[in-house]
């Protein structure tokens, strides 16, 4: 499993684009790059998935460059309730028994008025 | 969307005690569960992975015979904590991976808070 590092903790204001980067310099080549976000006393909610160049949804962009090496998710607009844990997590995308997540320290985004 | 529950939400109990938590698939089934503990300002730790029918695989330095794991059914794993401490007190969450999915779509509960008096 490829060790992944993130900023322990970020801070913006309303409004403003976040972006957290994570480092991923052992990540293989059928390894995909997901984003977690946790909430104080909640558990962890899936937010973006990508392997490659760029993946949107409704919530956040992840951005992957060419040697896949390092990623960063996007936040655009942040509230005060996207105050969260963010977790960058890397493993295989193939269904097997044995594949785990497992989590690394993740980055603290506190949001300021 | 997939739903995980976990029972119960919080719980306390008197040293010495035995506790289990029920984590529960609602509307698929889940051939791999996984428990994870937390404590306070630290990330998720991976306790053991659960696959139905068959025992469960711990981590290392994680106690199987402290933290029991039952998976008996495709929507249903318990985790029992026997003989509980109060360095046992921590957020005890659960994941559950569909029979038919990918590794990433794995589904959280919402955790247990479990205080050892």
């Known amino acids: 499993l490829a060790k992944t590092t993130q900023p322990i903790s970020m801070d913006s204001y309303e409004g403003q684009e976040v972006n957290i980067t994570c480092s991923h310099n052992?990540?293989?080549?059928?390894?995909?790059i997901t984003w977690y976000q946790q909430f104080p006393s909640q558990g962890p909610r899936f937010i973006i998935q990508?392997?490659?160049t760029k993946v949107t949804n409704e919530v956040a962009s992840l951005f992957i460059p060419a040697d896949r090496k390092s990623s960063t998710l996007s936040l655009p607009r942040v509230s005060l309730s996207d105050t969260a844990v963010y977790y960058c997590?890397?493993?295989?995308?193939?269904?097997?028994?044995?594949?785990?997540?497992?989590f690394g320290s993740g980055t603290r985004l506190s949001i300021r008025p | 969307g997939a739903v995980v529950s976990q029972h119960p939400s919080w719980v306390i109990c008197k040293s010495g005690t035995s506790v289990k938590i029920e984590c529960r698939s609602l509307?698929?089934?889940?051939?791999?569960m996984f428990w994870y503990r937390q404590f306070p300002k630290q990330s998720l730790m991976l306790m053991a992975t659960?696959?139905?029918?068959?025992?469960?695989?711990?981590e290392q330095g994680v106690e199987k015979d402290k933290f029991l794991i039952n998976h008996a059914s495709l929507t249903l794993s318990t985790l029992t904590v026997t003989s509980a401490h109060p360095e046992d007190s921590s957020f005890y969450i659960c994941?559950?991976?569909?029979?038919?999915?990918?590794?990433?779509?794995?589904?959280f509960g919402p955790g247990t808070r479990l205080t050892v008096l």
């Open positions: 509307d698929f089934q889940a051939t791999t």
């Open positions: 994941s559950a991976r569909e029979e038919t999915g990918a590794w990433n779509e794995q589904f």
């Open positions: 997590l890397v493993a295989q995308s193939s269904y097997s028994s044995a594949s785990k997540i497992i």
């Open positions: 052992n990540i293989a080549t059928n390894d995909y």
């Open positions: 990508g392997y490659k």
């Open positions: 659960s696959n139905e029918g068959s025992k469960a695989t711990y």
